[in-house]
């Protein structure tokens, strides 16, 4: 039960920073419009856009394996604690 504390401020960090890749992801987007560009006739707007997508494209892989990593961390200290809170009741009753 020592590691509890550790992995809850582990869990912490890593939620943290999600959200605050959430967030930047959430600044870049908002001014992202859903355009095909067929003709060349708007060649400012079309180089912002692919700016965008390409800040976009970088952010999302640490996005999705801080999620991942998050969540994993969820599973593993509900897992822990309640392995612990089940030990604990089957204790007294032995």
């Not at 892989?61 to 897992?79: D, E, K, N, Q």
Request: positive net charge.
């Amino acid at each position: 039960m020592h590691a509890l504390p550790a992995l809850i401020v582990i869990w912490a960090v890593l939620t943290g920073m999600f959200l605050a890749l959430l967030a930047y992801n959430g600044t870049i987007t908002r001014y992202e419009e859903n355009q095909l560009f067929l003709e060349n006739v708007n060649p400012r707007e079309q180089q912002r856009q692919t700016v965008i997508m390409r800040r976009v494209n970088t952010v999302l892989p640490y996005i999705r394996a801080l999620g991942g990593l998050s969540a994993i961390m969820t599973v593993v200290i509900i897992g822990i604690y309640t392995w612990d809170a089940w030990q604990r009741i089957q204790g007294p009753m032995q």
